[in-house]
């Protein structure tokens, strides 16, 4: 069951087709949102408010390399997360995915800012919760920090060991492994090697140690600035995930993107309790930031429309 966690499930990818012929908020967004009461209006409907053109962002990923937890990926749109949670939460029935939206600007333009849902431990599951946040309708509304936390139920952790190879065959050959973490980092459209190798054994133990003190520093730039183990452990301890606040993280990492899978210690030293999955696509962060900001300029100096709606038919 671990093992099928990992790996996207063919009904997401089906739901995610789906979803991503709808427009703006999409089926999803309406009943999502729906669940915590929040009565919105058709994105079509909104769009007749303020026209917004959107641009999009650059990103950190291409081709075949699009790494994804449980299918969603920096790629996805808000409408095609909420299809891929809404498929993957079959199984879990006692999870509904919320929403947060927020107004763009001035307009009457609602989109999702981020959505998440919280499953409780069950007799055969773990607990578990993910999250993921969009970018603006002026870039598209992508996602670009997703995270998930998986929890294992007792008879059923797998051995640190077994998890790593998991990952590895899902992900590829981490960049570096240390401090109970398998890190990922991405540049120029493929993982940064720092030139470590490791057997099964050998990526346990390093597992369970430091970071190979060479390979951080290896990740640094030629100013021994912007290591991307710094700005993934300062991004996750930021409470507020908007892309104004990750920013500047963004623009001085040493890297276009990461990949964090930290691995927790479960009812033996050497089996996992619980693995969190953190995929932050920073060059989309920084270039979305960018569009958002001159989309919220342009749309603050552009001239107000009147309303007809109670003038006279001619």
Do not use: W
Request: hydrophobic share 40%.
């Amino acid at each position: 069951m671990a093992n099928a966690q990992l790996t996207s499930d063919s009904k997401i990818r089906r739901n995610r087709c789906a979803f991503g012929r709808l427009s703006g908020l999409g089926r999803f967004m309406l009943r999502s949102l729906m669940f915590t009461g929040v009565a919105l209006v058709s994105a079509a409907t909104m769009a007749m408010a303020y026209d917004i053109k959107p641009k999009t962002p650059d990103t950190a990923f291409s081709g075949k390399l699009r790494p994804d937890i449980i299918g969603i990926s920096s790629s996805d749109d808000a409408a095609k997360v909420g299809g891929a949670f809404e498929a993957y939460l079959k199984d879990l029935p006692n999870a509904k995915p919320q929403a947060t939206q927020q107004k763009f600007g001035s307009t009457d333009v609602t989109y999702a800012t981020s959505m998440r849902f919280d499953a409780p431990a069950s007799k055969d599951h773990g607990a578990e919760s993910m999250q993921a946040h969009f970018t603006s309708p002026a870039s598209g509304n992508f996602a670009y920090y997703i995270a998930r936390d998986l929890g294992f139920a007792k008879d059923k952790q797998p051995t640190q060991q077994e998890m790593i190879q998991r990952v590895t065959e899902k992900y590829g050959k981490p960049t570096a492994i240390g401090d109970g973490r398998l890190y990922y980092f991405y540049k120029g459209g493929k993982i940064v090697s720092v030139k470590q190798k490791y057997t099964p054994d050998g990526a346990v133990t390093a597992l369970n140690e430091p970071i190979n003190p060479k390979a951080a520093v290896a990740l640094n730039d030629s100013n021994g600035r912007g290591s991307c183990v710094a700005v993934l452990k300062h991004v996750q301890a930021e409470p507020e995930k908007s892309l104004d606040q990750l920013a500047k993280d963004a623009k001085s990492a040493n890297c276009d993107a990461l990949l964090d899978v930290a691995l927790s210690a479960g009812g033996a030293k050497d089996r996992v309790g619980k693995a969190v999955f953190t995929l932050i696509d920073l060059k989309r962060i920084a270039s979305a930031a960018k569009i958002d900001n001159e989309a919220l300029a342009a749309e603050k100096n552009a001239p107000q429309k009147a309303s007809s709606g109670n003038s006279p038919k001619l």
